[in-house]
């Protein structure tokens, strides 16, 4: 299974975000970018790679213990970005430095059972689209001008959803059939509960 750990943002705070995304999607560049459907929309704590199926209980357990002593935090999808020529993305506001914490506990728990750590930092975003072929053609990747991908990252610099708890842990599993990515949560724990 191909698996990763992340928070799922509420559906008030993927619905502002979907409504100020929605003009961005018409500026120049916009249609040669693969957009993510709002279903897709999370905060990657920790890409896990193919993990066994018999690893899933000790995985579930590092991660059960995560949740324990890691507390509920307030964050707000704002603002956006950009990874070179090729990634848009929506960033976050609020008590980042739990969810980096989080973060970090979650990559610690988890190269215990697959064996990897994530070489790449940590930078909490959600993907909002990719340079490549709207169609799914992968071998027909079209970058954007650095300079249409600038304008796209100007129209969403000014957003600021609403403020939401991120209170769940989830382990997530994506199947890339049919060339989009579906996710799904196979088993979320609650975040400990310090107020």
Known sequence: MRLFVAVLPPTDALR??????????????????????VEGWHLTLAFLGEVPAERLPELEAGLAAVAEVHPAHRLRIAGAGRFGDRVLWAGVEGQGWALRRLADAVAEATAEVTGE????????????????????????VQRVAAAELDGLVAGLADY?????????????????????????????????DWS
């Open 16 to 37: 502002g975000l979907s409504d100020a995304v929605a003009p961005v999607r018409g500026l120049p560049g916009a249609d040669r970018l693969r957009w993510t459907g």
């Open 160 to 192: 600021r959803g609403p403020e939401w708890e991120a209170a769940e842990l989830h382990l997530m599993r994506s199947d890339l059939g049919g060339g989009f990515a579906h996710y799904e949560s196979l088993r979320c724990w609650a975040l400990a």
């Open 117 to 140: 750590t994530d070489r790449f930092a940590f930078h909490p975003h959600l993907t909002l689209a990719r340079a490549g072929s709207s169609r799914g053609h992968r071998r027909a």
